[in-house]
């Protein structure tokens, strides 16, 4: 994997492309999307974040490279998706909480196998994360916690609510 294509890739083409896919769901299915909110009230914490994407979701695929998430509507409807559906319903619950959270996503050099979860940070600088393994916290940074998540990243790419590139790490691998 090239730094330049995971660059483009995350700078140019993801917030773009899901934002727009996001978009035409949330219009076509308004509804749904009510519902959907209505479901997500109250859920503020990691812990109850992690709950409801455990008790609601089964994993039913692997996240491909360069694989856009669902919508989080569309994955909550379905009861199914993969580590970047997981991810972003995940965020939306926070964000529809008012709690800033990032999609965070691996990369490997030598494989095409990437990993998608959502963090946030908590008041003590301590941060979590929520992905198809589970909920887990107690981590110092976001170094910590890609490396708990895939040991072998060589690019750590975090995304704000508003799908802005917040940080962009590389690391020196095999």
Known sequence: MRRWMVW???RYIFGRSYRRRVEQHRRRYAE???RFATALKGLDTPWRVGSFVQASLVESRPFRLFELPNPPAATWLAGEGNAADFAALSQEAFHLNGREAYLVTLYQRQ???????????????GWHQISTFGMF?????????????????????ARDGSLRVKAFLEREGD
Do not use: H, K, R
Not at 144 to 155: A, I, M, N
């Open 32 to 34: 749904e999307w009510q």
């Open 8 to 10: 483009a890739y995350e």
């Open 111 to 125: 494989t095409y196998a990437p990993m998608m979860c959502c963090a946030i940070q908590e008041e003590d600088g």
């Open 137 to 157: 916290g107690g981590y110092e940074d976001l170094t910590e916690l890609g490396t708990d998540l895939l040991d072998s990243w060589t690019f750590l790419v």
